[in-house]
């Protein structure tokens, strides 16, 4: 299908842009230039996804890898839980959420140095990413009933960055620890870094710490163990992206200051009408569809995601993780190798005017937009930039030239229109994305909750760890003399890891750690290591 003129476009519109009233949301797939058949041709895939949903939300094993189901849909609706117990769980725990969050505010619960004014959230992936798009949408500094912060990777140097921000808060500061396991290394390496920073500053953590974790989990043990304040549960039925409507999300949330209930029941509203098995009035399912259309089914497509506003800026790094981790797999269903996956990727309008929209509207055609419009400018009115113009059109103008200057040249995009950014509709657009997830995953037959990828990872990371330590302990034992990374990787007998082995050496001897030296040579694989002699 050919790019239409405005005038042939109009009609087209009128046909596929679809308002869901009770969501104050729209969706316009219009400029997707599938054929007008393309639905019907669909009908029998889409219903078949939609039965699977109904299955997952009636508690199936939907991972079959680790034999437990997937529930983050009940978080918003326990009475749809298959058992009393879950439902009692979720609803205790939102329940708890709220209490613990009121004596923190009235200064039942405080640090050491005096009431809580900043939150420390520890975590990584679905742990950290969902709480900090919910913290950027919604927050407002200086407002918010406390300050967030994150520790969301295992670097030292972005830790001591985060540390600095806080400055001589600590003791009125509280860590929120967050791993469903306990086991996450690079959780696990936040918390240690955190507890010796509150003791450098004469502080017990523990009086300062939260866990969020699953029961008699190694981090639950720990919290005990240690006087942890409290703790809330992470269940294995939820994934850490989607998590952010439990705990993981839900605690941070209410601790600023956020109306969690309203974010709660934007998602339930949502999941009720992306349950319909119309889709012309879904938008779960459209938008799944169109991921099909655009990519034939193979994710030959990525998604650039533009929200046309600052606080929705984190959405696409959210995004990232839901999509691809769902859909970036190597096997289907019947063990077939098929690469699956869609690349995403994006920033906000209209900054990326002045960035990759240059490519995107002339460069390679490997992608489709998404585009994100919200009506409401500000609280309240704005002054007038030019005359009877104000930056909040100017912001709209700019997103409708740019979809239009995109379309022109053959680029396709979907636009979902809010009203504007609350609770509810972030809660929509979480619900939203992850039921579209869910629905594109059975349409291509793929496996969306399980992520065999990351645990490879994780197992390799622990290999170079391992690693490391036999070339420590081997120049340990050779003190005093000067040996290459190949002469190392050799006497450790580690014939396959010479590189490995030679940037160990090299990030050995950078930091002070380990005591490790760097002798350079005529070449960089001629530089020798040594122990430094104590």
Same mark, same amino acid.
């Given at each position: 299908m050919t790019t239409l003129s405005k005038s042939e476009l109009w009609p087209r519109f009128q046909k596929y842009y679809t308002e869901i009233p009770m969501l104050d949301l729209a969706i316009d797939i219009s400029r997707m230039n599938f054929a007008d058949d393309y639905l019907a041709l669909m009908s029998t895939p889409i219903q078949k996804a939609l039965i699977a949903m109904a299955e997952l939300e009636k508690g199936g094993i939907a991972n079959p890898d680790e034999k437990r189901m997937v529930g983050h849909y009940w978080l918003r609706n326990p009475s749809l839980a298959p058992t009393q117990t879950i439902a009692k769980e979720i609803k205790d725990t939102i329940a708890a959420i709220k209490d613990f969050a009121a004596q923190v505010h009235n200064g039942t619960i405080h640090g050491e140095k005096g009431p809580f004014k900043n939150l420390l959230v520890i975590g990584i992936g679905g742990s950290a990413l969902g709480p900090q798009f919910v913290a950027d949408a919604l927050g407002n500094p200086g407002t918010d009933k406390a300050a967030i912060f994150f520790f969301d990777n295992t670097d030292p140097d972005g830790m001591d960055k985060v540390l600095a921000a806080i400055g001589d808060e600590l003791g009125q500061t509280i860590s929120i620890v967050i791993s469903k396991s306990g086991g996450t290394k690079e959780t696990r390496n936040g918390m240690l870094e955190a507890k010796?920073?509150?003791?450098? /500053?004469? @502080?017990?953590?523990? =009086?300062?710490?939260?866990? $969020? &974790?699953? *029961?008699?989990?190694?981090?639950? !043990?720990? +919290?005990?163990?240690?006087?942890?304040?409290?703790?809330?549960?992470?269940?294995?039925?939820?994934?850490?992206?989607?998590?952010?409507?439990?705990?993981?999300?839900?605690?941070?949330?209410?601790?600023?200051?956020?109306?969690?209930? /309203?974010? @709660?029941?934007?998602? =339930?509203?949502?999941?009720? $009408? &992306?349950? *319909?098995?119309?889709?012309?009035? !879904?938008? +779960?399912?459209?938008?799944?569809?169109?991921?099909?259309?655009?990519?034939?089914?193979?994710?030959?497509?990525?998604?650039?995601?533009?929200?046309?506003?600052?606080?929705?800026?984190?959405?696409?790094?959210?995004?990232?993780?839901?999509?691809?981790?769902?859909?970036? =797999?190597?096997?289907?269903?019947?063990?077939?190798?098929?690469?699956?996956?869609?690349?995403?990727?994006?920033?906000?309008?209209?900054?990326?005017?002045?960035?990759?929209?240059?490519?995107?509207?002339?460069?390679?055609?490997?992608?489709?937009?998404?585009?994100?419009?919200?009506?409401?400018?500000?609280?309240?009115?704005?002054?007038?930039?030019?005359?009877?113009?104000?930056?909040?059109?100017?912001?709209?103008?700019?997103?409708?030239?740019?979809?239009?200057?995109?379309?022109?040249?053959?680029?396709?995009s979907i636009t979902l229109t809010i009203k504007q950014v609350t609770p509810a509709s972030v809660g929509i657009l979480i619900a939203l994305f992850e039921r579209a997830v869910g629905l594109y995953a059975s349409l291509i037959n793929i496996n969306a909750y399980h992520q065999p990828g990351v645990e490879a990872g994780k197992k390799a990371a622990a290999a170079v760890i391992d690693l490391q330590h036999k070339v420590l302990n081997y120049l340990g034992e050779k003190k005093g003399h000067a040996l290459t990374s190949a002469q190392i990787a050799s006497g450790i007998g580690a014939h396959d890891e010479f590189e490995t082995v030679f940037k160990l050496c090299e990030h050995l001897a950078a930091n002070p750690d380990h005591g490790i030296r760097k002798i350079p040579g005529s070449t960089p694989f001629e530089a020798a290591y040594q122990a430094a002699a104590q």
């Open positions: 010796a920073a509150y003791e450098r /500053a004469g @502080l017990n953590f523990s =009086k300062h710490a939260v866990a $969020v &974790t699953g *029961q008699l989990s190694e981090l639950d !043990n720990y +919290a005990v163990k240690n006087g942890w304040i409290t703790r809330f549960p992470m269940w294995d039925w939820i994934g850490g992206r989607t998590s952010e409507l439990s705990a993981v999300g839900l605690l941070p949330a209410a601790l600023q200051g956020f109306d969690i209930d /309203a974010l @709660l029941a934007g998602a =339930k509203a949502c999941d009720d $009408v &992306t349950r *319909q098995t119309n889709v012309r009035v !879904n938008p +779960a399912a459209q938008l799944a569809l169109m991921w099909h259309y655009i990519g034939n089914g193979k994710g030959t497509k990525n998604m650039v995601i533009l929200p046309y506003k600052d606080r929705l800026e984190l959405f696409s790094k959210y995004c990232q993780q839901l999509i691809m981790e769902s859909l970036g =797999k190597e096997k289907d269903l019947n063990g077939n190798v098929v690469n699956q996956g869609i690349a995403v990727f994006g920033n906000k309008g209209s900054t990326d005017q002045h960035s990759y929209v240059q490519q995107l509207r002339e460069g390679i055609l490997n992608f489709f937009v998404t585009f994100i419009e919200v009506l409401r400018d500000r609280n309240g009115k704005s002054i007038a930039v030019d005359p009877g113009v104000t930056s909040g059109d100017y912001l709209e103008g700019f997103f409708l030239g740019t979809r239009q200057a995109l379309y022109e040249n053959n680029r396709e």
